[in-house]
C-alpha cells in the first residue's frame, strides 16, 4: 500500500500525541510499502539508542506487510515464528517482549 507524505506526517502526529498521553518519549518511524524512510521524528527526551530499534522494526512491519504489534505476534516465544527477529538481516526488534 502506497503511503503519501499527508498520510505518513497524520501517523507521526498521532503516535507522538499517544506517547505523549502515557508519558513516554518515543522514536517514530514511516516508511513505504518497500521499506523506505517515509517520515521520521525523534520526540524531545527519546532515546538516542532506540533509534536504529525504531528503523528496524518499521522496516520488517513494511515488508512483511504488518503492524509491528502483528509481527511481534509472530516472533514471540510461543508465536508461530519464533525466531522470525533473526531474519532478514536482524532487522526485527524483539523490545516489545521486554515491556
Known sequence: MRISIKAAELVLEGAAEKA??????????????????????????AVLGSIEIT???????????????ELFEYCKPDGTSFGLENTNGGRLSLREAFR
Open 20 to 45: 505523549a498521553q502515557i508519558g513516554v518519549p518515543v522514536n517514530i518511524a514511516v516508511q513505504d510499502e518497500a521499506g523506505h524512510l517515509k517520515a521520521f521524528v525523534r520526540m524531545d527526551g
Open 55 to 69: 528503523l528496524r522494526e518499521a522496516k520488517s512491519a513494511a515488508l512483511f506487510g504488518l503492524n509491528t504489534e
